[in-house]
C-alpha cells in the first residue's frame, strides 16, 4: 500500500521521518536498496517493511543545495507486511501483504505523525505546546501515594534475629 505526500509537510528529512515513527533503517546488499522496517514483536518476523522514495525537488531541509527549482517534491512511502523470511536462496519471493487491515492501520498511523508535525514556521512554538500538553497529561506520582504504603515493623535492636 503506498502513502504519497508533499515533501514540504514533512518537517525532517524522510530518514529521520522514519526513525521517529518506529523505523530501524536497513540496506539489503543483493539489490543494493535502502528501507525501513518496524517489528510487531519481538522477533524479526511478521514485520512492517517499508521503501521511501522521493520525486521531484528534494527535501526542503537539505543543507546541500541539491534542489532544483522551487517547486515541492513528493515522498512515497510504498509499505507492506513481511510474514517471513524468504525461504529460498536466490529468491526475492516472500509472504508479503500488501493490503490488509495491519497495513492499512499503519498507513492511518503515519498519516497521523504527518499531519500532526508541526510547519516550520511554527517549530519551537508547538514543540513547547506539545511538551506542556504531555506534561499535563502524564499522571504524576502524589506524596500521599508514597506515604499510603505500608511499613515494615522495624526490629529492635537488641534482638539476636
Same mark, same amino acid.
Given at each position: 500500500?503506498?502513502?504519497?505526500?508533499?515533501?514540504?509537510?514533512?518537517?525532517?528529512?524522510?530518514?529521520?521521518?522514519?526513525?521517529?515513527?518506529?523505523?530501524?533503517? @536497513?540496506?539489503?546488499?543483493?539489490?543494493?536498496?535502502?528501507?525501513?522496517?518496524?517489528?510487531?514483536?519481538?522477533?524479526?518476523?511478521?514485520?512492517?517493511?517499508?521503501?521511501?522514495?522521493?520525486?521531484?525537488?528534494?527535501?526542503?531541509?537539505? $543543507?546541500?543545495?541539491?534542489?532544483?527549482?522551487?517547486?515541492?517534491?513528493?515522498?512515497?512511502?510504498?509499505?507492506?507486511?513481511?510474514?517471513?523470511?524468504?525461504?529460498?536462496?536466490?529468491?526475492?519471493?516472500?509472504?508479503?501483504?500488501?493490503?490488509?487491515? @495491519?497495513?492499512?492501520?499503519? @498507513?492511518?498511523?503515519?498519516?497521523?505523525?504527518?499531519?500532526?508535525?508541526?510547519?516550520?514556521?511554527?517549530?519551537?512554538?508547538?514543540?513547547?505546546?506539545?511538551?506542556?500538553?504531555?506534561?499535563?497529561?502524564?499522571?504524576?506520582?502524589?506524596?500521599?501515594?508514597?506515604?499510603?504504603?505500608?511499613?515494615?515493623?522495624?526490629? $529492635?535492636?537488641?534482638?539476636?534475629?
Amino acid at each position: 500500500m503506498k502513502l504519497t505526500t508533499n515533501s514540504n509537510q514533512l518537517s525532517d528529512n524522510p530518514t529521520v521521518f522514519m526513525r521517529k515513527a518506529g523505523y530501524a533503517y @536497513i540496506h539489503d546488499r543483493h539489490s543494493g536498496r535502502d528501507s525501513y522496517v518496524r517489528r510487531l514483536t519481538g522477533n524479526f518476523y511478521p514485520r512492517l517493511h517499508c521503501y521511501v522514495s522521493e520525486q521531484g525537488a528534494s527535501h526542503p531541509s537539505d $543543507k546541500h543545495g541539491t534542489s532544483k527549482g522551487g517547486a515541492s517534491g513528493q515522498t512515497t512511502f510504498n509499505l507492506h507486511l513481511d510474514q517471513r523470511a524468504t525461504r529460498y536462496e536466490g529468491q526475492t519471493a516472500h509472504a508479503g501483504e500488501y493490503d490488509g487491515q @495491519i497495513v492499512q492501520e499503519e @498507513i492511518d498511523r503515519l498519516q497521523n505523525i504527518i499531519n500532526k508535525q508541526p510547519t516550520q514556521q511554527n517549530t519551537s512554538s508547538s514543540l513547547n505546546e506539545d511538551v506542556e500538553n504531555t506534561i499535563e497529561t502524564e499522571s504524576k506520582p502524589k506524596l500521599e501515594d508514597f506515604n499510603k504504603q505500608e511499613k515494615k515493623p522495624s526490629k $529492635k535492636w537488641w534482638w539476636p534475629f
